[in-house]
């Protein structure tokens, strides 16, 4: 649009309507009502967009613009997608649309400048200088310089003093929305704001596109306003970073050439792990990471790009190269990550002093991270460079995530003596998780090992963020990273308290923000008294999204850890009630809300496994009662030495933080001590609890909330000492404090001295590897393992038989991750508890007869494990087992392992599935311990050998030996066996198992059916955890949809306002 600027003065005015968005504005508002009232320019119109819920919002507007049209819009769908609805209620093109945030405050000529500047120089698109708000002589904005990657920086230093410097009228790339001057043609040719874009990234959207059309972007600093741009205290739901970098590049990938966009997808992802990198290692880790997220987003956001490319290129007028010299050279991101930096040490204190310990403060947390990075994997590097030991619960992964994905999906579950029910839903896990790892089930055990303790520290770290002060997140980080539970953990061969230490602080995190609790600072209230907590508004959205995380969090642990769910919503209790009695936020409750939502969630996404919990014994199971320990005692469980730690007793040390912490602590500093002795107090008593045998988790999982409370109070300690004590008067509370600093110095000792080992004190003696020795898939045929002793030896969760000896069953061949779970009781352990006592009791001597139909070949009594057990220190064997065993005619003694354990095998044990001929065919038909003690077991011919999962896909073989097939499973109906095509019915035998009569040979099939039930229940929960892993994230597809149904562009009806008078001359 060429006019001739002398024209301007000798016409009148063109029309300008001002669009004002206003979303339940503060008392502010009604200055920005006066700025805009008080406009010199002659022909302006004003039209005020409601998003808010302030029923009071119309009548403070119509006080001072009593004729202005207002329209209320029915939801908030972001600034972009309101004003567009101006192209509706405003007819014509012979004018300009003023976009206005409803927190600006324009200067009275502000609007007249921006018309004239765009009459001089043929704009677009202008913008004022935006000044601060509450100290005008300091420049907020003059425009924004862009990367190719959509990175936005301000051309002024914000906050930097107005002296004039940038006043000249100059072409820019980008300018806030806060107040735009967009020619009404221009921005209907457009097609108005992208309304997928609700925050962060619209005002850029629109300026590249207004470049991609041939039109200027300019600033125009003669005009000027004063901009609060506290949005991120109005809606802190809002992820301004995550938006701004994600939009941003988004919009780059859409509104560059074909070539540059290619080059740009393939580019950031490198930038995007450099930004990530950088971040840790300046304390911004962040800014880091938000980066990389972006990066991330334009890969998976792919099909939306291609389609806005679509609708954006049919704009363009222009090739890149008139465009790209307005833009910046090479990457904002990395400068924006140091500019960041720079900007939060500016606003905390300017003075010099203060920006030199806010450097030494980041120094503190690099020096921290590298250090602990540094003794972590040289403590790890035995399990990182070598096989791990096979401890405890560190059993080995199945290598073919096909079988165990199968036997997650088939509804049979072969561990133990095998039933049909539902598998636990961590087979399904450890199986994706298999598959992701690309068949490396030692990669993913070390992962799954070292994993979650590297999780726990990150988790601390970001979840000390609360207390704002760099030295008091590196005091908590040290304090749980120092803390001997991970390290015990991992000597003791228990993963539970693992997942949970990795888990815990995230699970905080996430209760926290739901509750919208922030970072305090120490401030006064209205009398006069420092606040204990401050606290911000969660939208709905965010809160949706920070139930589905911590729900998903659950989940996943709860699949391996069943009871973490209820530990979480435990804590948030007691988190609660601790910020209520030192008269916190009733905030807190939120958090209480959504742990239990989570919790109930959790528990339906594991639905059918999880119904167990609910049935008879199901308490039991929920607490994992499967898995004993032994006992500790008071002075274990307060050094967390639940395995074996160097130096332990010194780690007692971390207590001194907790006590001081209290003592010194004062207003939201005392609010997170409170915090801090809730976790403390009440999950330090039920670890007790635990170790002295009640129906609770084990110990070492407990402990972990133990371990999070005293790394918060270390962190509250330090925040006290600098916030409450230094500088203060000379007294008792600066030697106390200084004792914090001390305490955790001492404290790290243990973990120092653990790092030698290189395996964190592991056992280099493996029972659960050397029972591997046994024969696996022998011709003989396959066979079961039945492992009897104390609880405490047993290499895989069992269940009790009487006067505290235990048992458990596995199959032939190695212990792997399949047996980590504890099967059900079924009819089968009450014929291996008949035998046990006839044993026990010498009321037989044929012991493994009674045993046979089960598939017991091998009897295995645990004596040294080399955790609870050592060859120094053996634990005694349960008196009387070895002779009772040995006087059996048909056990004898096996050498197949060494004195680690006591072998019998059974010399009448059946394989798991024969072919029963003559007489054992014969005895099949007979029950009860009398018939089986004189049954002859020695006629069979062994099937199916080595064929691990019948429950996947049958499996066939070829006889013509007529008999009965033989299978030591309880009876079930599901499993089918034909020959020659023909299905042949089972039936019962020895009174237990099945066998099914075969007339004559033939091909075998034997084969089990899953239920429609099961097929269907697979399904619903498939698309539950989709379901839930889609809430986590800022997925708005369907609300875009609506957004852009509602807010789309269209040819006006009833137009509330018209442009009646064209530009440059008369109406």
């Known amino acids: 649009m060429d006019v001739d600027p002398e024209l301007v003065s000798s016409a009148p005015s063109p029309p300008v309507v001002a669009v004002m968005v206003a979303h339940d504005p503060g008392p502010w508002f009604d200055e920005s009502l006066a700025a805009l009232r008080a406009q010199d320019y002659p022909n302006l119109r004003v039209l005020f967009l409601l998003t808010g819920q302030d029923p009071g919002l119309a009548s403070r507007i119509g006080a001072v613009f009593p004729d202005a049209p207002l329209r209320d819009l029915p939801a908030n769908p972001g600034f972009g997608a309101a004003v567009n609805d101006v192209v509706r209620l405003v007819e014509g093109d012979q004018g300009f649309f003023c976009f206005l945030h409803d927190d600006i405050a324009l200067a009275p000529d502000a609007v007249s400048q921006l018309v004239a500047e765009v009459y001089r120089s ?34 002024a230093e914000r906050g930097d003093s107005d002296q004039e410097q940038h006043d000249a009228v100059r072409d820019v790339f980008c300018l806030s929305t806060a107040c735009l001057l967009v020619r009404a043609d221009l921005f209907r040719a457009l097609g108005g704001f992208d309304a997928s874009i609700e925050y962060h990234g619209d005002g850029l959207d629109l300026c590249w596109r207004a470049h991609l059309s041939g039109a200027r972007v300019m600033v125009v600093p003669a005009a000027t306003a004063r901009h609060r741009a506290d949005l991120a205290v109005r809606r802190p739901d809002i992820g301004a970073q995550a938006d701004s970098a994600r939009h941003g590049l988004l919009t780059a990938l859409a509104s560059s050439s074909g070539a540059r966009s290619v080059f740009t997808l393939l580019l950031a992802p490198l930038v995007g792990v450099v930004a990530a990198v950088a971040g840790l290692f ?36 222009v090739p890149d190269r008139e465009i790209t010299p307005l833009q910046a050279r090479g990457s904002l991101q990395l400068r924006l990550l140091f500019r960041r930096r720079h900007d939060a040490e500016e606003v905390r204190d300017r003075t010099r002093v203060a920006r030199r310990s806010l450097r030494t403060a980041g120094k503190l947390a690099v020096g921290a991270w590298v250090s602990i990075a540094v003794l972590f994997v040289i403590g790890s590097r035995s399990i990182i460079g070598r096989k791990m030991p096979v401890v405890g619960t560190f059993l080995p992964i199945p290598s073919s ?68 002060s760099t030295r008091s997140r590196v005091a908590a980080l040290v304090a749980y990273v120092v803390n001997p539970l991970p390290y015990a953990a991992i000597a003791a061969g228990r993963w539970g308290p693992l997942a949970v230490y990795g888990a815990f602080p995230w699970a905080l995190e996430l209760l926290r923000r739901a509750s919208g609790i922030q970072a305090a600072s120490s401030v006064l209230d209205e009398d006069g008294v420092e606040i204990t907590d401050a606290v911000a508004v969660v939208g709905i959205g965010r809160q949706v999204r920070l139930a589905a995380a911590l729900t998903l969090l659950e989940a996943v642990v709860a699949a391996f850890v069943p009871s973490f769910p209820l530990m979480v919503l435990v804590s948030a209790a007691v988190l609660a009630v601790a910020t209520l009695v030192v008269r916190g936020t009733l905030a807190s409750l ?12 959790a528990f339906v996404l594991h639905v059918p496994w999880s119904i167990r919990f609910m049935e008879r014994g199901g308490w ?30 010194l780690s007692l040390a971390l207590l001194v933080p907790f006590l001081v912490g209290i003592l010194l602590a004062k207003g939201w500093r005392l609010t997170w001590m409170a915090r801090a002795a809730a976790l403390v107090l009440p999950f330090g008593g039920l670890a007790l609890a635990s170790d002295a045998g009640s129906a609770l988790p084990e110990s070492g999982i407990l402990l972990v909330p133990v371990a ?42 243990p973990a120092l001295a653990g790092v030698g080992s290189g395996q964190w004190q592991t056992p280099s003696s493996e029972l659960a590897g050397t029972l591997g020795s046994l024969p696996s898939n022998p011709p003989t045929g396959d066979f079961r393992i039945l492992y009897l002793g104390d609880s405490r030896l047993l290499p895989i969760p069992g269940r009790e038989y009487r006067d505290g000896v235990s048992y458990a069953i596995s199959d032939d061949g190695s212990l792997d991750a399949l047996d980590s779970w504890a099967p059900r009781s079924s009819a089968g352990d009450a014929l291996v508890i008949e035998a046990l006592d006839a044993i026990r009791s010498n009321a037989t001597l044929r012991g493994g007869h009674l045993l046979a ?21 053996p634990l005694p064997a349960p008196k009387g087992l070895e002779d009772a065993f040995s006087d059996q005619v048909d056990l004898r003694r096996s050498t197949y392992v060494s004195d680690q354990a006591i072998v019998f095998e059974n010399t009448a044990s059946l394989p798991l599935r024969s072919l029963l001929v003559g007489r054992t065919q014969m005895a099949s038909q007979t029950a009860g311990p009398m018939a089986l003690a004189h049954a002859d077991f020695s006629e069979f011919i062994p099937l199916f050998v080595g064929q691990e999962a019948p429950s996947a896909a049958g499996d066939s073989i070829s006889g013509s030996t007529p008999g009965s097939l033989h299978d030591s499973i309880g009876k079930d109906p599901r499993w089918r066996l034909t020959v020659n095509g023909t299905t042949v019915a089972p039936r019962s035998a020895f009174g237990w198992s099945m066998a099914y009569d075969l007339p004559d040979g033939g091909k075998v099939r034997l084969s089990y059916s899953t239920s429609f039930g099961r097929r269907l229940a697979l399904a619903v929960q498939v698309l539950l955890w989709l379901l839930v892993i889609v809430a986590t994230s800022r997925f708005r597809s369907w609300r875009r949809w609506l957004v852009r149904r509602r807010h789309s562009i269209e040819v006006p009806s009833d137009p509330l306002i018209r442009m009646d008078d064209p530009i440059g001359g008369p109406s």
């Open 708 to 749: 999070v409370g005293l790394a918060i109070a270390a962190a509250g300690a330090v925040s006290a000492f600098d916030e409450d004590v230094r500088g203060g008067r000379i007294g008792w509370r600066q030697p106390l404090g200084l004792a914090t600093f001390i305490a955790l110095g001492v404290a790290v000792v």
């Open 401 to 468: 995530p096909t079988d165990l994905l199968g036997i997650y999906g088939s509804g049979w579950w072969p561990s133990g003596l095998g039933r049909s029910e539902a598998a636990p839903s961590g087979v399904g896990l450890l199986g994706l998780a298999n598959a992701v790892s690309f068949g490396h089930p030692g990669l993913l055990r070390m992962l799954l090992v070292l994993g979650p303790v590297v999780l726990g520290f990150i988790g601390m770290f970001h979840f000390a963020a609360v207390f704002r």
């Open 590 to 601: 939120a958090g209480l809300g959504t742990a239990a939502i989570a919790g109930v969630a």
């Open 853 to 873: 139909p089960l598939g017991i070949r091998y009897i295995v009594v645990p004596l040294i494990d080399g955790l609870q057990s050592r060859r120094g220190q």
């Open 122 to 155: 043929n704009a677009g698109v202008v913008g004022p200088k935006l000044l601060e708000w509450v100290d005008p002589g300091r420049i907020q904005s003059v425009g924004m310089r862009v990367d190719r990657f959509g990175a936005a920086v301000g051309i």
């Open 620 to 649: 039991g199971e929920l607490m994992g009662n499967g898995e004993h320990v032994g006992s500790l005692g008071l002075a274990r469980i307060a050094r967390f030495e639940i395995g074996r730690v160097p130096l332990a007793p």
């Open 282 to 317: 300046t304390g911004m880790a962040k800014s880091g990471l938000t980066m990389l997220a972006a990066a991330g987003a334009g890969i998976t956001h792919l099909p939306g790009v291609l389609h806005r490319r679509r609708a954006v290129q049919r704009l363009r007028a």
